[in-house]
């Protein structure tokens, strides 16, 4: 069997545990919190809960990706190990992390002339770009080839299904996604837009959708229209909340209801540090595997 590492950055926002379970490795991403910085590790430099109640609270937060020299040194790592890479990279559609991995691939690969070093963008994020790494590592351990896994990727990405809501128009409008403008009227008439990855890895305003119990039944109802095989879905399906636990359980009681030959139950994470500081508290997102991203 040949011997590659499977990696991805931590905005894949899964838990510690689970990435240690499936045996992918992770670059953490950088945030500041009230001009203080931290690594974003997975809600080790901070807990979650604390995260959001300080932003909730007016605390600043920045963000800043993985640079080209942080890359080049964890790739070496695995390099002079003798290991090959497959890199998946967060989404080219929210950063620009992907251009400083390439950057510490072609470095390394004139030190490194006969080992693999495959840098692939996800087009996903969260926990949906977790749902993906938890497939190549499924991939990997029935014996695929590290070509096979990076084809795997490239075929069927876009096949990965991201659906978000929030309730919380504050950093939406903060970010610039929401007009301050339609953010107040939202606000007033108790709008919760429901919005989705495209096929260029971007988040997109989908819906305006009035009061949390409908958008909560809305999200459902796209997952039945979108998943793979309908009401009779058979995979994984993964949630990320931030700091709304409970609607991010409402939502996965309807799908464990809803989709009987699911594979397991619902997975609910936390939306980690760095996509949390653009959403903010009050975010619920969903994931799948199911019609292909086409617009």
């Known amino acids: 069997m040949e011997n590659y590492v499977i990696s991805c950055c931590s905005t894949a926002d899964l838990s510690k545990e689970h990435f240690d379970a499936i045996d992918v490795k992770y670059i953490c991403f950088h945030f500041e919190l009230d001009g203080k910085q931290y690594e974003d590790n997975l809600g080790v430099s901070i807990p979650f809960d604390e995260f ?76 949906g770009y977790g749902l993906l790494m938890d497939k190549l590592s499924e991939l990997r351990a029935q014996g695929k080839t590290i070509d096979e896994v990076r084809d795997f990727v490239e075929e069927h990405k876009l096949n990965l299904n991201h659906w978000f809501f929030t309730s919380d128009l504050t950093f939406f409008i903060k970010g610039g996604r929401v007009t301050k403008t339609a953010g107040f009227i939202g606000s007033v008439l108790n ?6 990855v495209d096929y260029e890895g971007k988040l997109i305003p989908r819906y305006k959708i009035r009061t949390k119990k409908k958008v909560i039944q809305a999200i459902v109802d796209r997952m039945e229209e979108c998943a793979e095989d309908g009401l009779d879905y058979s995979g994984k399906c993964y949630i990320s909340q ?54």
């Open 52 to 127: 959001y109640s300080r932003m909730a609270n007016g605390a600043d937060t920045k963000t800043s990706q993985v640079n080209a020299e942080e890359f080049e040194e964890y790739f070496r790592s695995f390099l002079e190990q003798g290991l090959d890479i497959l890199h998946v990279s967060l989404s080219s559609g929210i950063s620009g992390v992907i251009n400083s991995a390439n950057i510490a691939k072609e470095t390394l690969q004139e030190e490194f002339p006969d080992r693999k070093i495959y840098v692939v963008d996800s087009l996903a994020a969260s926990s």
């Open 191 to 196: 709008i919760c837009p429901l919005l989705n």
């Open 242 to 295: 931030s700091a709304c636990y409970d609607d991010a359980r409402a939502v996965a009681d309807l799908i464990e209801a809803k989709f009987p030959k699911l594979n397991g139950k619902v997975e609910i994470n936390h939306i980690g540090t760095t996509i949390g500081s653009h959403t903010g508290p009050g975010t619920v997102a969903l994931f799948f595997w199911g019609k292909k991203r086409e617009d």
